[in-house]
């Protein structure tokens, strides 16, 4: 299914989970990886600025640290590449997805210090942000452990029924065959987290749930035929029942639309359903951004 895939590789993070998972995904499906390194100006952990030398020699100590540190993890991945650029992190990283035909973004943790270990959402990964932004192939965010040799059994897609939401459904029903898993269509009804929305105190909720599940039935059937799968929704404030979904059912990814309802484009960042679930503790996230698809 995935055929070339990045991994935005750090020594940053004390638990290497977005690489275990690439490489994993990269045994699968028998893909080339390309592990990226972007050294900015300043320090980089890679790398020592204690004194001045060339661009050309820095980069190529920075790929035989990157080479020596996950060496047993490319023994049995022949088809691979280290690149390592100077430069900003997301613009350098573009270069390579936009001219190599990349199909798969992998990236992990905040690498950034955090002045306020209590104000996780007050630094929100922006590379992560700015990469999903600018790209058409889907990206991984891995925060949490994947399942053993990528061996995904159980996906949970987050739906609001919007147009990029539809396209995700397609792409969500096209990994469920791939490696025969079982696809949990979800939709929360989205009460307001400072605003209640007035509808949903006019009837039981029971109506607009049954309602929700109704529309997922007949708007999806067609694309999740042959596919094992099932259909939920409940209230609740979407990010967060999304996780709660996620771990209660045991999945191994959640997968959503990039951009979803109209509103997201608007809200800041760090009120994002996409980034919020993203970047909490759980399964890894898959974020596809909209391309036109058709299965329905």
Known sequence: MFKKILLAATPQVDTQTAPKAAFDLARKNGAELVLFHALPLGRDPWCSFDETIPAEKLVESTKAKIAEFFAEDLKDIPNHSIRVATGTPHEEMLKIIHTEGIDLI?????????????????????????????????????????????????????????????????????????YDAHLDIFHVLDIGQSCPNPEYYMQDMDVFVDKAKEKMEKKYANALDGISHSFE????????????????????????????GSGELTKPVVGSTVIQVALSPGCPALLVNYRARVCM
Not at 138 to 158: G, N, S
Not at 242 to 254: C, F, Q, Y
């Open 106 to 178: 992998v990236m992990g943790h905040h690498t950034s210090t955090i002045d306020r270990p209590d104000r996780m959402w007050g630094s929100v990964d922006t590379t992560i942000r700015k990469v999903c932004s600018n790209v058409f192939c889907p990206v991984m965010v891995v925060t949490h452990e994947m399942p053993k040799a990528a061996d995904i059994k159980r996906i949970v897609m987050a739906t609001d029924f919007s147009t990029p939401s539809d396209s995700a459904l397609c792409f969500a029903a096209q990994m469920a065959r791939v």
């Open 233 to 260: 929704a409940w209230e609740g404030v979407p990010y967060a029942e999304i996780l709660k979904r996620a771990r209660w059912s045991e999945a191994d990814l959640v997968l959503m639309a990039q951009y979803s």
